[in-house]
């Protein structure tokens, strides 16, 4: 079993940064691909980054890429998210995932198979 806690969410201006961090707990979730993905009020959720489960790939979808890094620590389990220039459309409830299969960076959120409950990001314009 693995367990996922996002924390670091809340309300900046656009143009602010903030990091989202995920502790996750479990014996192989350091083996496996994590990802972040997000869902804005009203909206399907989306793919946002992913991370191989070393660490050395990533992925964005195009909206975030060169202003969100994705990264990983696994001597402590802890995935992060650093982002950048946040603009208002940034807007949403943010999800660490984890596989158990995949191994290099992924969007496809059928290839998770573990969720946080979220934290919520607010920017205001």
């Known amino acids: 079993q693995i367990q996922l806690v996002e924390s670091g969410g809340g309300l900046v201006q656009a143009g602010a940064s903030m990091r989202l961090s995920c502790a996750a707990s479990?014996?192989?979730?350091?083996?496996?691909?994590m990802g972040w993905f997000r869902r804005a009020p009203g909206q399907e959720r989306e793919f946002v980054a992913s991370i191989s489960w070393r660490g050395t790939s990533t992925d964005y979808t195009d909206s975030v890429r060169g202003r969100f890094t994705i990264s990983r620590d696994n001597a402590i389990n802890i995935l992060y998210l650093d982002m950048n220039s946040l603009k208002p459309e940034d807007t949403a409830v943010y999800f660490c995932a984890s596989s158990t299969r995949r191994t290099v960076p992924s969007g496809t959120s059928s290839e998770y198979d573990y969720w946080g409950q979220g934290t919520q990001v607010t920017v205001s314009s």
């Open positions: 479990g014996r192989t979730v350091n083996l496996y691909t």
